[in-house]
Nanobody, 116 residues
Framework: QVPLVEFGGGLVQPGGSLRLSCAAS????????MGWYRQAPGKERELVAT???????NYADSLKGRFTISRDNARNTVYLQMNSLKPEDTAVYYC??????????WGQGTQVTVSS
């Protein structure tokens, strides 16, 4: 088991910003790809961003330029900085750890609501 604990969700106005954090326990964090996914009501879970062990990043095309993923291996933490938020960003956001054997661990999910 690899516990993943998320922080930082909440209510924000359109155009605002939030930073999500996900703290992992265990030694495999530093050798695993980390990611963020989200799921809106009535939709399937979708990729937001990933970051590899050497800090290569990948983003959903629609989110490039607004969202930034980063990691701090010393703190076993991955972050998602979300700027210029839109109502369509409203979703439950999930932290993901993918091992070298392609096994996924998931955080508990944190609600992000963008509304005026």
């Amino acid at each position: 088991q690899v516990p993943l604990v998320e922080f930082g969700g909440g209510l924000v106005q359109p155009g605002g910003s939030l930073r999500l954090s996900c703290a992992a326990s265990g030694s495999i964090f530093s050798v695993s790809t980390m990611g963020w996914y989200r799921q809106a009501p009535g939709k399937e879970r979708e990729l937001v961003a990933t970051v590899t062990t050497d800090r290569r990043t990948n983003y959903a095309d629609s989110l490039k330029g607004r969202f930034t993923i980063s990691r701090d291996n010393a703190r076993n933490t991955v972050y998602l900085q979300m700027n210029s938020l839109k109502p369509e960003d409203t979703a439950v956001y999930y932290c993901n750890l993918r091992t070298r054997l392609m096994y996924d661990y998931w955080g508990q999910g944190t609600q992000v609501t963008v509304s005026s």
